[in-house]
């Protein structure tokens, strides 16, 4: 029995469940002490009940605790004075089996240990006081009987025992209960604070995560601000050209790009441009007529879209540029100024749309749209000087 409840003790984690198991094991290790006794000496047992009953009855009842303790500590706990009843047998089986020279004394304990436990210093004292009253009720009653002699110093030494243990354990108890509460409080105050540090953690991403937002702003911002100060001292469209090339792939990282323009005139995509330089390919190219039957690329053009080109069945209507974009992954964007078609910038993205981040994309427009006025404002600025040049002819 007592290795089942030892067993149970270690397996258990509720401090209330192991207290309960603690009480009953003390209860049965107090309890063969007794049988101990009982089999060393008959003479421990004074009293004229015979000592084979009380045993019996002391053995029966711990062992309905044992099996009933979990609905009994219940009951216990709706009503505390339910513990009376325990209180009351022990002080029956103390009178009856011998008072001072009882070898229940620490068996009678139990009930008054597990008050202390589970009901602090204020079980502890409730406990012992109302057994040291059944107590002495039912020794005077039994007296009434069959004359008991007690020598009184003893029964007052066995009192003040049992006032010093119980209210001991109570004290313990109630030191535990704090102990208890304060571990309570400081996991509650940890959970608090490891909640507390997600938080924190969450809005230092999150402020880290806008601040790189606010970063690449920044930078594309820097780049469209330097990229119109080039533009503005752009003396003719190739220089134009090359600074929005540049800042494609020397600031947004992009490693090649080529830009074409359309000609007023013809209506047709030329002029091209590219980076970095290739200048037998440049010559090889030929002008673009923009019209739908010219391929993919122009079409998306002629509705102002962009759209991403690799391995596309004739891209342009141009097998030398057409070859050029079939290496890799291509992104074109429309150069519109004003609902007009200005020109169109092709940018390479090795690895396809997965390796462009929406702030490239937004870049990306960025310098487009910027270029598209740059360039139509250079090209208007052009042709503006060459109309002024035939009116000054036709004049003279």
């Not at 009503?79 to 009843?85: A, C, E, N, S, T």
């Not at 020598?151 to 535990?176: C, D, K, P, R, Y």
């Not at 462009?356 to 090209?379: N, P, R």
Request: hydrophobic share 50%; with cysteine; aromatic share 8%.
């Amino acid at each position: 029995m007592i290795r089942v409840l030892s067993d149970k003790i270690s397996k258990t984690s509720t401090p209330q469940t192991r207290i309960a198991l603690f009480l009953l094991a003390y209860r049965w290790i107090s309890l063969f002490i007794v049988i101990w006794l009982f089999q060393v000496t008959s003479t421990t047992f004074t009293a004229p009940v015979i000592p084979v009953t009380l045993l019996v009855t002391a053995i029966a009842i711990t062992c309905l605790i044992t099996l009933f303790h979990q609905p009994l500590k219940r009951i216990i706990f709706e009503d505390p004075f339910f513990l009376g009843v325990d209180i009351f047998s022990i002080a029956v089986i103390l009178t009856l089996s011998g008072v001072t020279q009882s070898p229940y004394t620490l068996y009678a304990l139990s009930p008054l240990l597990a008050a202390a436990f589970f009901f602090h210093m204020k079980g502890a004292l409730w406990a012992v006081g109302s057994f040291t009253f059944m107590y002495l009720a039912t020794l005077f009653l039994a007296n009434q009987s069959y004359p008991i002699s007690v020598e009184t110093h003893l029964l007052i030494n066995q009192l003040a025992g049992m006032w010093l243990v119980t209210i001991l354990f109570g004290s313990v108890s109630q030191l535990f209960q704090q102990l208890q509460n304060t571990h309570n409080q400081l996991a509650t105050a940890r959970d608090n604070l490891t909640r507390q540090n997600g938080e924190l953690a969450a809005a230092r991403d999150h402020l880290s995560q806008q601040n790189a937002e606010l970063a690449v702003a920044h930078h594309q911002l820097e780049i469209i601000h330097d990229l119109t100060l080039m533009l503005q001292g752009a003396s003719d469209i190739k220089s134009a050209q090359q600074r929005v090339l540049r800042a494609v792939t020397e600031e947004l990282g992009f490693s090649q790009a080529i830009v074409g323009l359309v000609s007023p005139a013809t209506a047709r995509l030329e002029h091209w441009q590219m980076r970095p330089a290739n200048d037998e390919m440049l010559s090889a190219l030929n002008p673009i007529a923009l019209t739908p039957s010219s391929g993919p690329v122009i079409q998306e053009l002629l509705a102002h879209r962009g759209g991403w080109w690799f391995n596309e069945r004739p891209a342009v209507a141009d097998e030398v540029l057409n070859e050029w974009l079939s290496r890799s992954p291509w992104l074109s964007l429309p150069l519109v100024l004003q609902e007009q078609i200005v020109g169109v910038l092709l940018v390479t993205a090795e690895g396809g749309r997965e390796n462009l981040s929406d702030d490239q994309i937004v870049g990306l427009t960025a310098v487009a749209s910027q270029a598209a006025v740059a360039l139509g404002t250079v090209d208007r600025v052009k042709q503006l000087a060459v109309e002024q040049e035939r009116n000054r002819i036709a004049r003279d």
